[in-house]
């Protein structure tokens, strides 16, 4: 018996490791994206979405061994929550994969037109900020932190804020400009996938309350944003 539990201790020690790897994997996506397109380096942004299928494969083997640890274990109470939370984690660490990808193609586009600084900067903000969400959403799921986490998700409409000036700004310039509308077409998008990373990094901070506590954060409402 104690030697069943043993494994099953380090099952979900395993499993732990590997959400912390596709952590930082999607982390560096995202940093290395945002620093493609501020930098206007094409090549960097290249290797962002060249990644993005390790990032998957992790994902599918996080997947898979969560699924087979409840199927032949069958947890109960704590472990059964790390297990459900694992699935959980590691799809919104994938998605925030993919946004990354997405904004990496959005800098090859943008590093052919002409510099834009004046917009350059409020996305630097915006995405420094992103980034500080997701890593602090990271480190309470690799602490056991519930108060770290419970400060995410308490300041995830920060964000939402930074999108909706970005936003106005943006459209602005393109109103201001038929010039400019192309390439602030392709912030706006880059701006839109930031503010998905955003929400994706509070899901996390949701995931791991619930994991720690086994009771749900209460939703709260968006921001409205001229988007609708």
Not at 5 to 27: I, M, N, P, Q, V
Not at 180 to 194: D, Y
Request: aromatic share 4%; glycine share 4%.
């Amino acid at each position: 018996m104690e030697h069943t539990l043993r494994a099953f201790d380090e099952e979900l020690a395993l499993l732990k490791a590997e959400l912390s790897r596709l952590g930082g994997l999607a982390e560096a996506e995202v940093s290395d994206a945002l620093a493609s397109l501020i930098t206007r380096d094409p090549r960097l942004a290249q290797q962002v979405v060249e990644r993005d299928v390790k990032l998957d494969q992790l994902e599918l083997q996080i997947e898979d061994r969560a699924t087979r640890l409840m199927a032949l274990r069958q947890p109960v109470a704590i472990d059964l929550r790390r297990a459900v939370a694992a699935l959980k984690l590691s799809a919104n660490l994938e998605r925030c994969g993919d946004l990354a990808k997405n904004i990496a193609k959005r800098a090859l586009i943008v590093s052919e037109t002409e510099p834009m600084a004046p917009l350059m900067r409020p996305i630097e903000r915006m995405g420094r900020l992103v980034l500080r969400r997701l890593r602090d959403a990271l480190d309470a799921h690799s602490r056991d932190d519930l108060v770290l986490a419970q400060e995410v998700w308490s300041n995830d409409r920060e964000v939402d804020e930074h999108y909706e000036s970005l936003f106005r700004e943006l459209l602005t310039y393109m109103m201001g400009d038929a010039r400019t509308i192309a390439p602030c077409t392709h912030l706006l998008f880059v701006a839109k996938n930031l503010e998905r990373i955003g929400d994706h990094a509070t899901n996390i901070a949701e995931i791991v309350h619930y994991e720690i506590t086994g009771e749900q954060l209460t939703a709260r409402p968006k921001l409205e944003t001229m988007e609708g």
